[in-house]
């Protein structure tokens, strides 16, 4: 059964910085993998989505990778900002089983300070 | 651009009692979702449909039923509430079961 986490589960950055936020998983026969952020009393917002044959995906100043050999995918965030605080979620998308079945990460709750 | 409107917001049941849980999406988009989210638990999900007519029982179903009423709409049914349903419940939607999902603002229910 795949399992997804996202470690650590809080990170508190000065405005400015370059940060990378870790999501591994344990099953690497993934269909893609997709990074949400989730604002405080709001739905998910999609980010980016890495098929299981692309390496990388860029939106901007967010960057994510996938290594699927390793069981790791980064979403890099580059010059951060206070408005990019705000819990970020990865999910892995597997073949076979339940097909809309997104395994979630339980995310990391990003804290960018001005 | 509306994209996934959910309704209510906030609901507080009693024990026993019944609801329905309204998921509309105005962007053609052939799959829906229910997912409920609770801390230290992530989001899981309790059913999903791959297209309109069809639906399927996703990791927690118990307790629910859905209906896929056409295309832009799916609901979620609580017959008989209980406290371990008190959770956020979202409903989202995306072109298939392979693309980005997109997802409403929640309802969150409490039940006593």
């Known amino acids: 059964k795949q399992e997804v986490t996202q470690i650590p589960a809080a990170l508190s950055v000065p405005e400015g910085e370059n940060l990378v936020l870790n999501c591994s998983f344990t099953?690497?026969?993934?269909?893609?993998l997709q990074w949400f952020r989730q604002d405080p009393g709001k739905g998910l917002t999609s980010l980016l989505l890495i098929q299981s044959s692309q390496r990388e995906q860029t939106s901007g100043r967010l960057n994510a990778s996938l290594d699927k050999s390793s069981g790791r995918s980064t979403l890099y965030i580059a010059a951060s900002q206070p408005g990019d605080s705000a819990t970020y979620l990865c999910a892995a998308l597997n073949y076979g089983g339940s097909q809309g079945n997104l395994i979630f990460g339980k995310g990391t709750k990003l804290s960018v300070k001005p | 651009n509306a994209g996934v409107t959910q309704t209510p917001k906030f609901q507080v049941l009693k024990t026993g009692q019944s609801m329905t849980l309204q998921c509309a999406q105005d962007m053609n988009h052939n799959s829906m979702y229910w997912y409920r989210q609770d801390p230290g638990m992530g989001l899981r999900l309790i059913y999903y449909?791959?297209?309109?007519?069809?639906?399927d029982k996703g990791e927690v179903p118990n307790g629910y039923n859905v209906s896929r009423l056409n295309k832009r709409e799916f609901s979620l049914r609580l017959e008989s509430a209980a406290p371990s349903q008190t959770s956020v419940y979202f409903c989202?939607?995306?072109?298939?079961?392979?693309?980005?999902?997109?997802f409403g603002n929640g309802t969150r229910l409490t039940v006593t």
């Open positions: 449909s791959a297209s309109e007519g069809t639906t």
């Open positions: 989202a939607s995306s072109e298939n079961l392979r693309s980005p999902l997109h």
């Open positions: 099953d690497s026969a993934i269909y893609n």
